[in-house]
């Protein structure tokens, strides 16, 4: 019995180093990597509390310490940007359509997901432009897409 046993050490001593699959395929690396992925995935899907008292854009800019010269220039420039980020789309649009019409399916297919990531980006400087133009933090979609700021702040 004890032959066995030293045998299977002395192998096990000899041979595991040379023949390490785990560490051939990085299993370390790749469980150090899903622990992290699912770790930050999980802070995508909580819900954060809502404010007691949202800010208002007045304080915002009292806090951030902007005078009125600053928030001119920031929403031309937000402007400016989503204008070229919107032609920029077209762009790349107009190319994914010419792609499909090609029948370069996969290359046509990344080229529509990249125009609507720069379109994403036009929304959302437009949107930043948007809220500072009517001086109100918290806009809906319907006031944006009407180009109209409700009053919701209730003087009573």
Known sequence: MGFFRTTG?????????AV???SWFGARQIRLLTTRFFGES???FRIQPKPAHPETFEEA?????LTDDELVKRRSQY?????FCGFLGLLVLGYSVYLFLLLDIA???LSFLLALLVFIYA????FWFFQIKHRKLGCTL???WQSKVEDTSSES
Do not use: M, S, T, Y
Not at 10 to 16: L, S, Y
Not at 79 to 83: F, G, I, N, S, Y
């Open 9 to 17: 050490r002395a192998v096990k001593w000899a041979v595991k180093p």
């Open 20 to 22: 390490d699959a785990p």
């Open 42 to 44: 999980k802070g995508l």
């Open 61 to 65: 800019v009292a806090r951030l310490q």
């Open 79 to 83: 402007l400016q940007l989503a204008v």
């Open 107 to 109: 290359p046509a297919i």
């Open 123 to 126: 929304f959302r400087f437009h």
């Open 142 to 144: 319907r006031e944006w």
